[in-house]
């Protein structure tokens, strides 16, 4: 006779492995996004010990790159600070997504699922699991240690790369390229409906417009807008439904 909990463990195990298969398709993507990083970080004049430590605390290639010519430039530490949290803003949005489907789970347990949420979480995660927050708990945490595998992994490997053959590989190869179509690989699946569609031209738009805004707070606006450019189209779709 199985034991009680015999049934959430194995669709735990079941979840863990779908998530894997579905990690490693950005796999690529991420390792060069992660090289083009770890470059930048040994050419702005960091050690490579500095550089190690960077990456595998932070682990935010958008706020790394973002105050890597304020840490060239000797800018203060609030200022790298300030730099930091304002580009990672965005991830307010998405934990406030994700974060009702873990609210179970003890403050450490979710501070650490705090530290590997990235981009691809969002794209990934709310498909898989559209229902209630209270529902499938055990293949919801299955999931997301499956997902956070092949991404940090690819990512940190791609870093340390990017750092030892920073001299070596020119910037003009443009692989960070690869990075960006990963995440359109995740993204374009999702825009099912016209609401999405609201929302991504609304985005691309302010991205393009907003670039020169410093700090990088463009892509802050662009989340803003995009959302609620989303939020109009769907509240007018179920006014005419």
Known sequence: MNPPNAAPISLQKSAFHE?????????????????????????SGLSLSQALLMTFTVYAGSAQLAVLPLIAALAPASIIFLTAVLVNLRFVIFSAVIAPHFSHLPWYQRLVCGYFHVDMMLG???????????????????????????????????????MLLASQIPSSWGIGFAGTLALLTITIPLIKNWAAVAGVVVAGAVSVLAISWPFRLGLVMAIFAGIAAAMLVDHFIQEDA
């Open 124 to 162: 990934v995660f709310p498909r898989r699991f559209p229902g209630p927050a209270h529902e499938n708990r055990e293949e919801k945490l299955g999931y997301f240690a499956g997902l956070v595998i092949p991404t940090w992994s690819s990512w940190q490997v791609g870093s340390v790369a990017g």
């Open 19 to 43: 998530a894997l298969l579905v990690g490693w398709q950005t796999g690529p993507g991420l390792f060069a996004w992660g090289m083009v990083t770890g470059m930048a970080m040994v050419q």
